[in-house]
Nanobody, 125 residues
């Protein structure tokens, strides 16, 4: 049974940084496309970033491009989201997601098979 567990969230001031981690178990992590999504209060879940199984391809939402970096360490079964220059509008619950189709790169949440329970990121002014 595949399990994804996010960590690294917290409260930071605007302009600060956080590094989120997502640890996977129970599956073939190295063959999963991995993505990050977020959901702010009162808003729909939105795409943040995605990385291919090999780490060779990444794609970002326009709202985070240039500030966030997605990466993965397949030896550790972990995907990361480095968030720099955080803004109050980045406040949300951040979710890690996995797609069993390792050839797929998608911004659509419906394409992902596995989800973590989320980690809260709060950015204050």
């Amino acid at each position: 049974q595949v399990q994804l567990v996010e960590s690294g969230g917290g409260l930071v001031q605007a302009g600060g940084s956080l590094r989120l981690s997502c640890a996977a178990s129970g599956g073939i992590f190295s063959r999963y496309t991995m993505g990050w999504f977020r959901q702010a209060p009162g808003k729909a879940r939105e795409f943040v970033a995605v990385i291919s199984w090999s780490g060779g391809t990444t794609f970002y939402a326009d709202s985070v491009k240039g500030r966030f970096t997605i990466s993965r360490d397949n030896a550790k079964n972990t995907v990361y989201l480095q968030m720099n220059n955080l803004k109050p509008e980045d406040t949300a619950v951040y979710y890690c997601a996995g797609d069993r189709n390792y050839l797929s790169i998608s911004t659509m949440s419906s394409r992902y098979d596995y989800w973590g329970q989320g980690t809260q990121v709060t950015v204050s002014s």
